[in-house]
Structures are given as C-alpha cells and as structure tokens.
C-alpha cells in the first residue's frame, strides 16, 4: 500500500529540485543526493560528489529541461521530460526515478530515447 504523506513529500522535493537544477542551480545535487548515493545507470559514477561533478561536465548541465509528468509511489519519485539543446533539434525524453529516504535521494535509474522526426511517432513522445 501507498504511504501518501512520503510520496507526496518525496514529489514535492523532487519538483523543487528539478526546478532549480532546470534553471541551472547544479549545486542542488548536493544537497539533495546523500552521500552514499548508488547511481544505476551505465558509465555514470556512483557517490555525491563524483556524480555532480559528472553531471556538470554532462550536456544534461546546458540543456533545456522541459517537464511533462512526475510520479510518486512512497520511497520512489519518477520525472518525465524533454532535453533539448541547441545542437539537437529534436532532443532526447528522459525519464529519471529516484528513490528517497529521509529526505534525500539514494539511489536513480534512468531511460533515456532520442526523440526521432514528427513522423515517426504520429501520436507524440510525450
């Protein structure tokens, strides 16, 4: 069963997170990944401080971040949304999900699909 008072809390950090970091604030990431923190995808380090080192050397730093949906189930947060730049016209949908205790993230996964012309998907990525 859902635990409505985490997930809410845990969506509401995120929310406020993503913002910031959209708008360009990478030293969120600090305060928001504990320090132990397991990241699970390929080639991205695990641990805080490498990860946002990583991440602000990543094009993910420079792009646009457009959000289209968000998530909640307890202990885990799914974001869904377009990054694009202005080398990729079409851009790239993201969806990361993190997993939260005690107010900070510990551990993320991500699918990541470039998004391909208009043509190929008549009713839209997102």
């Known amino acids: 069963m859902t635990d409505l008072t985490t997930a809410h809390s845990n969506k509401d950090l995120i929310l406020r997170g993503f913002g910031e970091f959209a708008a360009g604030n990478i030293e969120v990431l600090r305060t928001l990944l504990r320090e132990d923190f397991v990241e699970h995808s390929p080639d991205n380090p695990s641990g805080r401080d490498a990860f946002v080192e990583f991440i602000a050397a990543a094009p993910v730093a420079r792009a646009k971040l457009d959000l289209k949906r968000i998530v909640a189930d307890d202990?885990?947060?799914?974001?869904?949304?377009?990054?694009?730049?202005?080398?990729?016209?079409?851009?790239?949908?993201?969806?990361?999900?993190?997993?939260?205790?005690?107010?900070?993230i510990v551990e993320h996964w991500d699918v990541v699909q470039p998004v391909p012309e208009p043509s190929r998907t008549p009713n839209g990525m997102f």
């Open 75 to 104: 202990e885990y947060v799914a974001v869904h949304y377009h990054m694009s730049t202005p080398e990729d016209e079409h851009g790239t949908a993201v969806v990361d999900i993190w997993r939260l205790a005690n107010g900070q």
